[in-house]
C-alpha cells in the first residue's frame, strides 16, 4: 500500500465579496513524490456530490475551480491506481470568489517491487537520442518483457547534477520516453510501460566525481507489477 500525505494551506487571497451562486475556491495544486520530483500526467479527482478532474503537466501542477460549500475527498490516478488522501478539504461560503494554493506528497517507492539499472544505455551528448551500442540490452530488455505478458514496469530516467535541475528533470524525461518508444518498437505492449525523469534527484553516487556522474546517468526498469 502507497502511504500519502496532504498538505495544503487555507490562507486565502480573497478576490471580492460578490455574491452569488459562482461563488469558487481556484485551487492550484502539485503532486510529487517523496523525493520532491514532480508526478506529470496523472489525474487529479475532488469528490463531493460530483468528480471534478484535473491532470497534472510536465511539472506537477494542476489548478481547478471548486464550488464552494462543500467537503470534496481527494484522490489521485498514479498508475492506473487511484490513491485516496487521508486528508478532505472543507470549503466554507466565503462570500467571495477565494484562491488557494495545495501540495499533494505520494511515497512512491512503496508501489515498485524491484528495481533493476540498466548497463550500457547510452544517449547522444545532451539528446535523448539512443546510441546504437545500447541496441543489444534493449533488445533483451523487450524478449524479456515479451515473456512476462502480466509484468507492468516504469522506465525512470537519471541524469547528474551538471545543469539545472530544471533542464535535467526535463532530458532525463525524453530519455526515458526514447527507451519506452523503443520497447514498444519491438513489440511491448504501450499500456505495460511508463516513462518517468527523475533528473538529478536520485543520485545513487557522488557528483563531484566523473566517475559518480556516470553512475548518476542510468536508466532503470522498475517493476510495478510482475
Not at 516504469?154 to 524525461?173: K, M, P, R
Amino acid at each position: 500500500m502507497m502511504r500519502y500525505k496532504t498538505f495544503y494551506s487555507l490562507t486565502t487571497l480573497l478576490l471580492g465579496y460578490t455574491y452569488s451562486f459562482s461563488q469558487v475556491a481556484i485551487v492550484h495544486g502539485s503532486l510529487n513524490d517523496s523525493h520532491g520530483t514532480p508526478l506529470s500526467n496523472a489525474k487529479i479527482i475532488f469528490k463531493s456530490k460530483d468528480s471534478i478532474i484535473a491532470h497534472t503537466d510536465s511539472l506537477g501542477r494542476f489548478t481547478l475551480r471548486l464550488p464552494q460549500g462543500n467537503t470534496y475527498f481527494i484522490f489521485a490516478d498514479v498508475y492506473e491506481q487511484r490513491i485516496k488522501f487521508p486528508n478532505a478539504l472543507l470549503l466554507k461560503n466565503y462570500g467571495g470568489d477565494i484562491e488557494l494554493e495545495m501540495d499533494l506528497q505520494v511515497t512512491m517507492d512503496t508501489l515498485y517491487k524491484e528495481i533493476i539499472i540498466l548497463p550500457d544505455i547510452h544517449f547522444e551528448f545532451d539528446k535523448a537520442v539512443i546510441k546504437p551500442e545500447s541496441f543489444p540490452v534493449l533488445d533483451s530488455i523487450a524478449q524479456w518483457l515479451l515473456s512476462r505478458p502480466s509484468m507492468v514496469v516504469e522506465i525512470a530516467g537519471h541524469t547528474d547534477s551538471i545543469g539545472s535541475a530544471t533542464y535535467n528533470l526535463s532530458l532525463s524525461q525524453r530519455r526515458a520516453e526514447a527507451v519506452r518508444e523503443y520497447l514498444i518498437e519491438k513489440g511491448v505492449s504501450p499500456e505495460r510501460i511508463y516513462a518517468r525523469g527523475y533528473g538529478e534527484t536520485q543520485p545513487i553516487s557522488s557528483n563531484s566525481t566523473e566517475e559518480g556522474r556516470a553512475k548518476n546517468r542510468r536508466v532503470e526498469i522498475r517493476i510495478i507489477k510482475k
